[in-house]
T-cell receptor, first 111, second 113 residues
Framework: GQQLNQSPQSMFIQEGEDVSMNCTSS?????WLWYKQDPGEGPVLLIA?????ELTSNGRLTAQFGITRKDSFLNISASIPSDVGIYFC???????????FGKGTLLTVNP | DADVTQTPRNRITKTGKRIMLECSQT?????MYWYRQDPGLGLRLIYY???????NKGEISDGYSVSRQAQAKFSLSLESAIPNQTALYFC????????????FGSGTRLTVV
């Protein structure tokens, strides 16, 4: 089946630093999505990307859909303590719109 | 009220007991999913249902069963719970005709002792 490789697995950064994480796949996806999971809660959609090459921002978050349609990255600028959580990438391919998830990046922000 | 509601939020049960986790949604979505989350392993799909009469196994269905009682309700059962089923369980929903991703519930933390 389809698999996503998400990296890094975890990050420890200082407040104010920028963060970058990415996902790669051996398969092509039609849509890339990025979710954030706060401690004790379910994942919440942050950004959705629908076209190869698309660059989309949501506040301090920026994500890109790779030209090859096999990768995506998420950047967080000027991190703050509430950015702490697990970030998941997800790819959507085929006609059934089923998602394939990466294993997540655990982000810790030191004040 | 939440769009996707899971009950209970926390549960401790004994080995061998039968337990049911429930999920209900007000999104009007056709599709519902059950995932399990373990540290470092991400979200693993247990079962999914594309409509009321459709049930499909995911990647880790052994030891679990599901019931889609209505469009809005999808329950997950552990017939005889075992300790390695201790995990965080999430229900999710999606629309059949769009690619807007999934909406997740807040999760059920299950501990089997």
């Amino acid at each position: 089946g389809q698999q996503l490789n998400q990296s890094p697995q975890s990050m420890f950064i200082q407040e104010g630093e920028d963060v970058s994480m990415n996902c790669t796949s051996s398969s092509i996806f039609n849509t890339w999505l990025w979710y954030k999971q706060d401690p004790g809660e379910g994942p919440v959609l942050l950004i959705a990307l629908y076209k190869a090459g698309e660059l989309t921002s949501n506040g301090r978050l920026t994500a890109q859909f790779g030209i090859t349609r096999k990768d995506s990255f998420l950047n967080i600028s000027a991190s703050i303590p509430s950015d702490v959580g697990i970030y998941f990438c997800a790819g959507q391919g085929g006609s059934n719109y089923k998602l394939t998830f990466g294993k997540g990046t655990l982000l810790t922000v030191n004040p | 009220d939440a769009d996707v509601t899971q009950t209970p939020r926390n549960r401790i049960t004994k080995t061998g007991k039968r337990i049911m986790l429930e999920c209900s949604q007000t999104k009007g979505h056709d599709r519902m999913y059950w995932y399990r989350q373990d540290p470092g392993l991400g979200l693993r799909l247990i079962y999914y249902s594309f409509d009321v009469k459709d049930i499909n196994k995911g990647e880790i269905s052994d030891g679990y069963s599901v019931s889609r009682q209505a469009q809005a309700k999808f329950s997950l059962s552990l017939e005889s719970a075992i300790p390695n089923q201790t995990a965080l369980y999430f229900c999710a929903t999606s629309d059949a005709t769009t690619n807007y991703g999934y909406t997740f519930g807040s999760g059920t933390r299950l501990t089997v002792v």
